[in-house]
């Protein structure tokens, strides 16, 4: 076989198998509130039932000085706006949340009186694999992230993991410089 035919052959069968790949290989990464972000004019509530929250994905919390981010660890937490028993607190105005399990996590804004005027979300995570219900609550963490990813108007990013793009893209240049 010509050395050309097998190494376009071999650069086909890569793309094929990157095309294969599932699903679930993909994270997203949702901000919260959308284009308004974490803010008291934002219905948290129709934001959040618009979004399907699966592990591996992030949330990422955009908002002023005005506000924080403070993690609540029950549902009554939650509906009380008991936002003195946080589990996690962060107001470095880009916090980002990793969805490390199927569950439910509730959020609220620390700043008095800004929870019991709505700015607050309950967040359900399921499997990757499945849209089925969760059954536990997750691990919290915050960082910056600078994963790249490409943007979307519902405020939800798609992000292919960094070492598969990067063994993506040698491959294909390896191939490519052998076709030339």
């Given amino acids: 076989m010509e050395k050309n035919t097998y190494n376009m052959l071999l650069l086909v069968s890569f793309v094929g198998m990157l095309l294969m790949l599932p699903e679930q290989g993909l994270a997203e990464q949702h901000v919260v509130g959308g284009k308004q972000g974490w803010d008291e004019s934002t219905d948290f509530d129709s934001w959040a039932s618009g979004q399907t929250f699966k592990v591996g994905d992030t949330l990422v919390f955009k908002y002023t000085t005005l506000h924080n981010v403070a993690e609540l660890g029950s549902e009554s937490a939650y509906k009380n706006c008991d936002v003195g028993s946080a589990t996690n607190s962060m107001s470095d105005g880009n916090s980002v949340v990793k969805l490390t399990k199927a569950g439910t996590r509730y ?3 620390g700043t008095p009186g800004h929870c019991g005027q709505g700015m607050k979300v309950k967040i359900t995570t399921v499997s ?16 910056s992230s600078s994963t790249p990813t490409s943007t979307s108007t519902s405020g939800v990013t798609r992000v292919l993991g960094s070492s598969v793009s990067a063994t993506a893209f040698i491959v294909v240049s390896y191939l490519m410089s052998m076709l030339c």
């Fill in 107 to 109: 959020f609220a804004c």
């Fill in 128 to 143: 990757a694999s499945s849209d089925s219900s969760p059954s536990s609550s997750s691990t919290p963490t915050s960082s």
